[in-house]
C-alpha cells in the first residue's frame, strides 16, 4: 500500500457515491429493534422505484438516539426518522419522490440533544459503514498510519500525544503520552499493545458502540501507539457479550491485512504489526489490566500487585501498553488535524471530548459525546430531555461499581476527571444513569454492592469476604432490620476495604455506599431501628445473624 | 481419551480449531468458547481432553473454566432467556421483567426447567442501555420488555 493506492481508493469511493444517501442504523440497540428487516425494505423499495442510479442505503453505525430506534437519516435532505419498521420504510422512498408517505415519525436533527455534541471519537459513527474499509478510507481513514510511519520518529508521536494532553478513557485518566513514553523506554525482547475493550460497567455501551460503528479507528490508532512504543504484536480483549463488534472486529482486521494495512512491511516501511482478538468470558474483573493480561495469557483472571507496572513488565513480563477503546479512537483524529487543535478543546486539565452513554431515567436515551467541562446540568437537561413523564431528576450515576451518585443540587459540576473526583464519584469509561425520585439510594447501594461481591475474583480478603459482609449489611438497612451501629460498622468496612484491597475493584467497591452516604444519608437514616438498649443487648444478640 | 472421542465429530472440529491455535497453552479460553459452542456446555470429559491437546494440568483447565462466568458446566435448555440487570434496565423495573419470567418458568434465575425447555440467567449488562429493559431470547437481543411482553415470549417456548 502507498499513499497514492490509499488516495485512490477514497477518490473511488466518493466517485460512487450517489445523489441521496440513507443511513441505516446498523448497530446493536437499533438491531434488536430489527433494523435489518427496515435496510432490506429499504433496499427492496429502492429497486422497485428504480431509483438504484440515485439513492444509496447504507448501513452505518450508532446514529446516537438509541431509545427511538431503529433511525434512518436522509442525506441530503437532513430528515432523521425515528421508529421506522419494514411497513413504513418503503414510505421514506416515496416521500424522496414527493409522494404520498404515510406512517413516517421524524426527530429533529438540530434539537440540542444533536446540537450541542462534538464529535470526535464518534465522528464516523453513524457515517460509514462499518463493514467496508473503502468507507472508512474516504473518511481519511489510514491517512495518519501512513504519515506516522513515512515522516515522523516514534519519539515525535510520543511528543504529540503528550501534548495533546490526552488522558487515558477508560476511567482512571492517566496521561496517554507519559504511559506510551514508558512502555518506549523500557526495555525488552518484545513489546505488546492491548486495547481494553472489556467494557464490564453496567451502564455503559460507549466501547461497544465505538467498536460496532468504526472499528478501523481503533485498529488504526493501535497501529500508531505499536509503532511509537516498539511493539509488533496487539491483542483486542472485547467481551463475549459483545458479539456484533466481535465479528465487525473481526471483517476489519481482515480488510486492512487484505490491504496491507496490518502485517509486515506496512506502508513500505519495517514496521510489522499484528492484531488478535482475545475473547473475555465473562468477569468484570478482567477490565482491570493485570487481570486482563492474566485472561490474554489464557489463565484465571485475578489481578496481581502492581508496580511493577504493566508498561515496565506486562504480557508475558514484557513491557505492554494498555489503553482504552475510546483513546485509542482518538489517536488518528490528534495526528491528523494535530495535538494544538485537541489541546484546544475541553479544560486545562482534561482534553478533548468525552463520550458518556445515557440511560435511566431520561428522556433520550443513547450516545453523546461533548467536549470536556460540559455541565452535567446541559448533558442531562437539555440534551438529555430531563426526566420522562414530569418527574424530577434526583441523582447522576457515573462511574459504575466504582463511581457514585450525584445529587441534583450539583448538576452545574463540569464534567471533567477531578470535579467528578471530588464528589467523591468518578468519570469512569463514560456510563451515566440518571436516577429519578422513586430510586431509592440504599437499594442502589446494595444493588452495586451485590454485583461486586458477584464478580470480586476471590484472590485478596478484603474484596472477597469485606464485600459479602457490606452487602449483609446493606441488606440490613434495606429491610429496615439495621440500626445505628450496623451503619458505623458499614462506614468502617468500607474505608477497610478501600485501603487494603488489592485492585481498582476492591478499593473502589465502596464507592457507591460512601458517595449515596454523603448525599442521601437522611435515606439511611430513615430506615434505621432504635438502638437497643445495654440490658437487653446480650439477648438481642443472639438473633442478630444477618452479619455473622 | 482417543477411544472416546473417536466417534463424535463435533471433536475433530475442535481438534481442527485447536491445531489453529497450534495448541498454543494462552489459547486455553478460545478453545473452550469454541467447546461451549460445539457441545453446549463443558462437562468432565470435554475439559480433560482440552487439557491433554493443550498439554496443561486438568485442575488448570477447570480453574480457568470455573473462574468465568460465561463457561457453563452444565446441560442448558432448548431456549435461553437472559434478562438484563444493568443499572439502567434495574432502574427501568428489571427485577419486575425477572420475576415475572421466574414465575412464569418456575425456574430461578440460573437454573432450567424440569423438562429441559428452558433456562433462565441474568447477565450484569449487556450494554444495550438505550433500550431498557432488555432481555435476550435465544441470543436475540429485545428492547424494551415488560413483564407480560417477557412472560407472553416464554409462554410460547413452554407450550411449544
Redesign the interface.
Known amino acids: 500500500m502507498t499513499l497514492a493506492e490509499l488516495q485512490e481508493i477514497k477518490a473511488r469511493e466518493l466517485e460512487s457515491r450517489k445523489k441521496i444517501v440513507l443511513r441505516c442504523c446498523m448497530a446493536a440497540g437499533c438491531m434488536s429493534s430489527d433494523s435489518a428487516g427496515v435496510k432490506a425494505a429499504l433496499d427492496k423499495a429502492v429497486a422497485d422505484a428504480g431509483l438504484g442510479d440515485s439513492i444509496e442505503v447504507r448501513s452505518v453505525g450508532c446514529m446516537r438516539l438509541c431509545c427511538e430506534g431503529p433511525l434512518v437519516q436522509a442525506d441530503p435532505a437532513n430528515k432523521l426518522h425515528v421508529r421506522v419498521t419494514a411497513a413504513t420504510a418503503p414510505s421514506i422512498i416515496a416521500a424522496l419522490q414527493g409522494k404520498d408517505a404515510p406512517g413516517l415519525e421524524f426527530a429533529d436533527p438540530d434539537s440540542d440533544f444533536f446540537k450541542q455534541q462534538l464529535s470526535i471519537v464518534l465522528a464516523n459513527s453513524g457515517v460509514v459503514d462499518p463493514e467496508r474499509i473503502e468507507s472508512y478510507i474516504a473518511a481519511d481513514g489510514y491517512v495518519a498510519l501512513r504519515n506516522t510511519l513515512r515522516e515522523s520518529e516514534p519519539s515525535e508521536v510520543i511528543a504529540e500525544i503528550t501534548q495533546s494532553g490526552l488522558r487515558g478513557r477508560g476511567g482512571a485518566g492517566f496521561p496517554a503520552g507519559l504511559k506510551w513514553s514508558t512502555v518506549a523506554k523500557s526495555p525488552g525482547a518484545k513489546k505488546y499493545v492491548i486495547c481494553n475493550a472489556d467494557e464490564g460497567d453496567p451502564g455503559a455501551f460507549m466501547d461497544r458502540s465505538v467498536l460496532e460503528s468504526d472499528p478501523h479507528a481503533v485498529l488504526e490508532g493501535m497501529a500508531i501507539a505499536a509503532y511509537a512504543v516498539g511493539a509488533d504484536q496487539g491483542f483486542i480483549y472485547v467481551r463475549a457479550e459483545y458479539p456484533l463488534a466481535i465479528s465487525r472486529l473481526q471483517t476489519a482486521i481482515t480488510q486492512a491485512k487484505r490491504l496491507g494495512l496490518l502485517g509486515s512491511g506496512i506502508f513500505d516501511s519495517p514496521f510489522n504489526f499484528e492484531i488478535n482478538l482475545r475473547i473475555g468470558a465473562g468477569a468484570f474483573v478482567c477490565g482491570e489490566e493485570t487481570a486482563l493480561m492474566a485472561s490474554v495469557e489464557g489463565k484465571r483472571g485475578t489481578p496481581r500487585p502492581r508496580p511493577p507496572f504493566p508498561a515496565e513488565r506486562g504480557l508475558w513480563d514484557m513491557p505492554t501498553l494498555i489503553n482504552n477503546v475510546e483513546t485509542f479512537a482518538n489517536i488518528a483524529p490528534i495526528l491528523r488535524h494535530g495535538a494544538e487543535w485537541f489541546a484546544s478543546i475541553g479544560t486545562e486539565g482534561s482534553k478533548g471530548t468525552k463520550v458518556f452513554a445515557l440511560a435511566g431515567k431520561i428522556q433520550n436515551t443513547g450516545l453523546i459525546e461533548v467536549p470536556m467541562g460540559t455541565p452535567l446540568r446541559s448533558i442531562v437537561e437539555s440534551m438529555g430531555g430531563g426526566a420522562p413523564d414530569g418527574g424530577r431528576i434526583k441523582a447522576v450515576q457515573t462511574g459504575g461499581p466504582s463511581g457514585g451518585c450525584i445529587p441534583a443540587a450539583h448538576l452545574d459540576t463540569p464534567v471533567d476527571y477531578e470535579s467528578l473526583a471530588r464528589l467523591g464519584s468518578i468519570m469512569g469509561s463514560g456510563g451515566m444513569i440518571v436516577m429519578d425520585e422513586s430510586t431509592r439510594m440504599p437499594d442502589v447501594a446494595r444493588y452495586f454492592m451485590e454485583f461486586c461481591v458477584d464478580e470480586s475474583c476471590g484472590k485478596c480478603i478484603p474484596c472477597r469476604a469485606g464485600t459479602v459482609q457490606m452487602l449483609a449489611l446493606l441488606e440490613k438497612i434495606v429491610a429496615r432490620r439495621a440500626t445505628a451501629r450496623d451503619l458505623r460498622l458499614l462506614e468502617e468496612l468500607c474505608d477497610m476495604v478501600r485501603n487494603t484491597s488489592l485492585c481498582g475493584l476492591g478499593q473502589t467497591a465502596p464507592n457507591p455506599v460512601l458517595s449515596t452516604l454523603r448525599f442521601f444519608r437522611h435515606e439511611y437514616e430513615e430506615l434505621l431501628q432504635p438502638e437497643i438498649p445495654a440490658a437487653t443487648a446480650a439477648h438481642g444478640r443472639s438473633h442478630e445473624s444477618a452479619v455473622s | 481419551m482417543r477411544e472416546q472421542t473417536g466417534s463424535d465429530k463435533r471433536y475433530r472440529i475442535l481438534e481442527a480449531h485447536i491445531k489453529k491455535h497450534r495448541a ?7 478453545v ?2 469454541k467447546a461451549q459452542e460445539l457441545f453446549g456446555y463443558l462437562d468432565d470429559n470435554t475439559l480433560r481432553y482440552v487439557a491433554w491437546k493443550l498439554k496443561l494440568p486438568p485442575s ?1 483447565v477447570s ?2 473454566a470455573t ?5 457453563k458446566l452444565k446441560a442448558q435448555g432448548a431456549h435461553t432467556c437472559v434478562v438484563c ?4 434496565c ?3 423495573g428489571a427485577d419486575e421483567v425477572l420475576a415475572s419470567v421466574e414465575r412464569t418458568t418456575g425456574v430461578k434465575a440460573g437454573g432450567t426447567t424440569a423438562d429441559g425447555k428452558v433456562s433462565l440467567f441474568t ?10 429493559p ?1 432481555v435476550v431470547f435465544d ?5 424494551r420488555q415488560t413483564a407480560g411482553t417477557a412472560s407472553e415470549r416464554i409462554q410460547t417456548w413452554v407450550k411449544s
Open positions: 498454543r497453552q494462552d489459547a486455553l479460553i478460545e473452550l468458547h488448570r480453574g480457568v473462574f468465568y462466568h460465561y463457561f440487570l444493568g443499572t439502567a434495574y432502574v427501568k447477565a450484569r449488562c449487556i450494554g444495550a442501555c438505550g433500550i431498557a432488555a441470543g436475540v437481543v429485545a428492547p
